[in-house]
Every structure is written in C-alpha cells, then in structure tokens.
C-alpha cells in the first residue's frame, strides 16, 4: 500500500515561489501525479512524473526522485487565483488503477 | 466539450432510501473511477473500472457498487446510505496506459444523507 504526507498549509505573497512537498512509503509505484482543486471545483490535473527528474509546465514545475520517495511542486511567478488545494497522488503498481491521494496543502497567495 | 457529467449534483436523502449517482464522459475512455473527498482526507478512491464489465475496489468500498455496462457511463450506487456516507462524490476517467495519468473529474455531487 501507499502512503503520502505533505504539508496542510502554506502561505506565500503574489509574485513569490512555493514549493510543495510529498513524501511517500509505497512497496512500488508508478509515477507522481498532482492536482489542483479550487473551493467548490472539481480537481484538475497539472502534471505527472514518470521518471526521476523535472518536468515544466509554463510557471508549475514538478519533480521525482524515487530513491529518496520524494516529489515536489514548484509554483512560481505565484498569482492570487493560484490559491487553492494541491494534491499529489500515485498509482499502485501492483494495480494501475488503484490510484491515491494526498490529504492536500492548501495555498494562500496574499497580495 | 470534451467533459465527465455527474447527476445528481446535490443531494438529501434519507438513511436506508437507496440512490445513484449518474456518471458519463464522451471522452470514449477506457479508464473511470468514483472519489468521495472529506475535509482533512483529501480524495479516496471507492471504486475504480479499467474497461467495459471490469471493476475493482478502491480504499473505501464499504456499503457501495458499482457497474460498467457501457464504456461512458459508471454509476455509483448506495444501496442503503448511511449518515458516514455523506460526502462530496467525483467521478473521473481517463485513459488507461500507463505512460501518461492526466484524469479528468466530473463537477461533483454533494451527497447528505439524514
């Protein structure tokens, strides 16, 4: 089975870098998957690590490193609308579709 | 519109009165899963179905069903709700190769059951 902390809160001002952490104990997986989900909204996706390393996405970046069971989100150039939960998620790779999430870190951006 | 539809987005019942919450993509995906999310808990898979007539259990399975008889549509079903059972519901889907994991989730239902 899976398991997956990252922190519950964080605050950062506009214009500022946030990096979000998720560390997890799992027999094995297969990638890293984060979410963003707004007060009232429906999660949507951001990005997916399959391999160690870095992805970009425009001002959201993720990382995996799968010998230290660690992933990061980076948020940067940090806008108010980007106040919100993200969760991290992966997949069990016993069954691809047992899929788990995060508890989620809530982001305030203040002005 | 590429989308996943949800049906009821809210609602009340009562212990025991069995109800089901509609799900449908148009996305033509082979991958759909049901999600209740609690504060503090994030989201946690009940149900997930890998194609037509393939279904399994998720982490919290207890005192719900599923079935997959058409590839867009995975209803939820309680067949005797319990106030534990009150919750906000996604349905997502996606397709299932293992290369890419980018799920779409449908606007949610509300469920409260009394």
């Known amino acids: 089975g899976q398991s997956l902390e990252q922190p519950s809160e964080v605050t950062a001002v506009e214009g500022a870098i946030v990096q979000i952490n998720c560390t997890y104990q799992t027999s094995g997986f297969y990638g890293l998957s984060w979410y963003q989900q707004h007060d009232g909204g429906a999660p949507t996706f951001l990005s997916y690590?399959?391999?160690?390393g870095l992805e970009e996405t425009g001002r959201f970046s993720s990382f995996l490193s799968r010998s230290d069971s660690y992933g990061y989100l980076l948020l940067q150039e940090l806008q108010m609308k980007d106040s919100a939960s993200y969760f991290c998620a992966v997949r069990d790779s016993d069954s691809w579709g047992k899929l788990q999430f995060g508890a989620g870190t809530q982001v305030v951006v203040t002005p | 519109e590429a989308q996943v539809t949800q049906n009821p987005r809210y609602l009340i019942t009562v212990t025991g009165k069995k109800l089901t919450v509609t799900c449908s993509q148009n996305m033509n995906h082979e991958y759909m899963s049901w999600y209740r999310q609690d504060p503090g808990l994030g989201l946690r898979q009940i149900y997930y179905s890998m194609n037509v007539e393939v279904t399994d259990k998720g982490d919290v399975p207890e005192g719900y069903k599923v079935s997959r008889k058409e590839k867009r549509n995975f209803p939820l079903i309680l067949e005797s709700p319990s106030p534990n059972q009150t919750s906000l519901y996604f349905c997502a889907s996606s397709f299932s190769t293992g290369g890419q994991d980018t799920q779409y989730f449908g606007p949610g239902t509300r469920l409260t059951v009394l």
């Open positions: 690590n399959a391999l160690d």
